[in-house]
Nanobody, 123 residues
Framework: VQLVESGGGLVQAGGSLKLSCVVS????????MGWFRQAPGKEREFVAA????????YYADSVKGRFTIGRDDARNTAELQMNNLVPQDTGVYYC?????????????????WGQGTQVTVSS
């Protein structure tokens, strides 16, 4: 299973970016999809997750109300719409896929990972 993220870049504070994650080699519709990020010098942290069938979404408190996670099973794609970005959102963003049926905010629950895409928010 391969995950490929895209959509990162440099944006000013208050701006928006939309990240995409295309999954190949597996049955995308069976996966819980998650987004994580890692800021320089910090550990990777949970951002958002979406359950199979888009029945449930879960967000970190730091992004709630600003980020929206989505999925398009027809395109094997997970997305993360990020609005009102702040410098603290800077980091490498990773998407991940989880075989289980539970919505997880813990890295160890995820089976497959992308290579990451850089997001930089300038003040």
């Amino acid at each position: 299973v391969q995950l490929v993220e895209s959509g990162g870049g440099l944006v000013q504070a208050g701006g928006s970016l939309k990240l995409s994650c295309v999954v190949s080699g597996g049955t995308f519709s069976n996966y819980v999809m998650g987004w994580f990020r890692q800021a320089p010098g910090k550990e990777r942290e949970f951002v958002a997750a979406i359950k199979v069938g888009s029945t449930l979404k879960y967000y970190a408190d730091s992004v709630k109300g600003r980020f929206t996670i989505g999925r398009d099973d027809a395109r094997n794609t997970a997305e993360l719409q990020m609005n009102n970005l702040v410098p603290q959102d800077t980091g490498v963003y990773y998407c991940a896929a989880d075989h289980s049926t539970s919505l997880a905010a813990v890295e160890i629950m995820y089976d497959y990972w992308g290579q990451g895409t850089q997001v930089t928010v300038s003040s």
